[in-house]
């Protein structure tokens, strides 16, 4: 079983920063970053796995940066030139296996989710 605890979220103004973080326990394998915002379906955003092998949603590339901490089993998200657009609350995930290249971006590969950070980017 992986528990994932988010934290790091909150309001900025467009072009501005956050880094989330995720804690987890367990044997994570691949992780991710997967958002959703109200009324719209699920999106992955970074996948990376214990390697440091990365894959991003066109979206996001050249914006955010994921990364981890495998000695301290910690996730880390860093989004930079926000968008109001990247407006949502975003799930640490892990799918507690481990793959060889960049992990899948799509919701269903991950088993295990946090409870959520929300993420808002004002205008």
């Known amino acids: 079983q992986v528990q994932l605890v988010e934290s790091g979220g909150g309001s900025v103004q467009a072009g501005g920063s956050l880094r989330l973080s995720c804690a987890a326990s367990?044997?994570?394998?691949?992780m991710g970053w997967i958002r959703q915002s109200p009324g719209k379906e699920r999106e992955g955003v970074a996948a990376?796995?214990?390697?440091?092998?990365?894959r991003y949603a066109d979206s996001v590339k050249g914006r955010f940066t994921i990364s981890r901490d495998n000695a301290e089993n910690l996730l880390y998200l860093q989004m930079n030139s926000l968008k109001p657009e990247d407006t949502a609350m975003y799930y640490c995930a892990a799918s507690g296996v481990r793959s060889l290249g960049p992990p899948p971006l799509g919701a269903t590969y991950y088993a295990y989710w946090g409870q959520g950070t929300q993420v808002t980017v004002s205008s």
């Open positions: 367990g044997s994570s394998g691949d």
């Open positions: 990376i796995n214990r390697d440091g092998m990365t």
